[in-house]
């Protein structure tokens, strides 16, 4: 989940708390701007460690309140003495892998040049029971209704607080079909090839973003029986062909769950001004130099489990795919002559879609639509991930 943007309703209630019904431009100093904001787990299990930093940048930008910190140095430490490094990996992200012994205990330092040091409270790590059962359903009868995917678990003693992350990956279609493409080099029409070309099918990959929390202890057994975790619009492309969700589920500290609780009203409840405010969020990241500087975060450690399961278009009954991405799309109605082909199709904004067969047989002309109706790649990959199964 990207705790960042979670934290943005923090600073609305806290405008709109001050301001009620009236205009207020907040004078805010330039260290409560600048808090440090730490997401991510420590794996022992074999799996990616991954660490994202950010620090919150100006409220007067809607689009990007927060800025990525690529300049860090950060490292994993265990109690008993040894160092992992976790390199930059892209813009804020840090990430390896190892195999760590999970009766160690463990903290994260992040060394920022123009800071100092941060560091993580000493961290226990819990070993995540598997995830039995990743199902769908509807969230009604209705054959129009949207489908929930939930997932099953028993906790345990040690582990009754859980968190899920999630990647779904899908199979889509653009609104136009073609198997054509123009060919600067021959100067006119020809057919793709479909081995590397294709431009008709594509796959398109999202994570989640949202909180997804559960305590077992509230529940006989501690069985978590079918948690929704995510719900899909009746009409959603993920469900075009085939679809597939990789869940990870990590246990997690009571002190971490009453993070992520605190984070999840609040931004079910934005702009109520008796939501909590960011005063009330623990922390588990501390400065250890002399400056005022803050961080926010909460950062655990331990083996997670995770599962990948498939769903085909007919799992899910009756289903019309609609995306307003291809709204309007259709075929050009003016046919393009073969003469005309180079000055039409050459730039790539037009593609040819279909032929037209002259009166008396051969190719008269073509009949294209914008690249944002027939290329797919526009919105994902035409190369099968290595680990889809058709």
């Known amino acids: 989940m990207k705790i960042n943007q979670l934290l943005y309703p923090f600073i609305i209630s806290m405008l709109l708390l001050v301001s009620c019904r009236e205009p207020y431009d907040p004078e805010i100093n330039q260290e409560d701007l600048g808090i440090l904001v730490v997401e991510g787990h420590i794996e022992t299990g074999g799996k990616a460690t991954m660490i994202q930093l950010s620090t919150t940048g100006s409220l007067n930008d809607q689009r990007s309140p927060f800025m990525a910190i690529s300049n860090a140095v950060v490292t ?4 008993s003495g040894a160092t992992y490094p976790l390199p930059a990996i892209a813009d804020g992200q840090y990430s390896a892998t190892y195999t760590l012994p999970n009766d160690d205990l463990y903290r994260l330092n992040i060394e920022i040049s123009d800071q100092g040091l941060y560091q993580s409270e000493w961290l226990t790590p819990l070993i995540t029971p598997t995830i039995e059962d990743i199902g769908v359903k509807r969230k009604d009868e209705n054959e129009r209704a949207d ?80 948690k929704v975790i995510q719900t899909m619009p009746f009409g959603s492309e993920k469900f075009t062909q085939r679809y597939s969700i990789l869940v990870h589920q990590t246990a997690i500290p009571k002190e971490a769950f009453t993070f992520y609780e605190t984070l999840e009203k609040n931004t079910n409840d934005m702009g109520d001004i008796f939501s909590p405010l960011p005063s009330n969020l623990n922390t588990n990241i501390h400065f250890q130099g002399n400056g005022d500087y803050k961080a926010i975060g909460m ?92």
């Not at 994993?76 to 109690?79: A, K, L, N, P, R």
């Not at 899920?164 to 198997?179: R, S």
């Open 76 to 79: 994993i430490e265990s109690q």
């Open 147 to 226: 489908v929930e995917l939930y997932v099953s678990t028993h906790g345990e003693e040690d582990t009754r607080f859980f968190t899920w992350q999630y990647e779904e990956t899908w199979i889509f279609n653009p609104a136009l079909l073609t198997f054509l493409k123009f060919d600067p080099e021959l100067d006119s029409v020809v057919y793709r090839d479909l081995r590397t070309e294709r431009i008709d099918r594509c796959w398109r990959t999202e994570v989640s973003n949202t909180i997804n929390i559960a305590s077992s202890a509230q529940y006989q057994d501690d069985y978590i029986y079918e």
């Open 299 to 390: 950062v655990t450690a331990g083996a997670s489990a995770s599962k990948r399961v498939f769903f085909d278009r007919l799992d899910i009954g009756h289903w019309i795919v609609s995306n307003p991405f291809y709204a309007g799309c259709a075929l050009n109605y003016d046919t393009v002559s073969v003469a005309e082909a180079p000055q039409i199709f050459s730039s790539g904004r037009e593609i040819p879609v279909v032929i037209i067969e002259g009166a008396v047989g051969g190719v008269a002309g073509y009949r294209g639509g914008s690249r944002r109706c027939t290329d797919c790649t526009l919105r994902g990959s035409n190369t099968q991930p290595d680990f889809w199964e058709n």
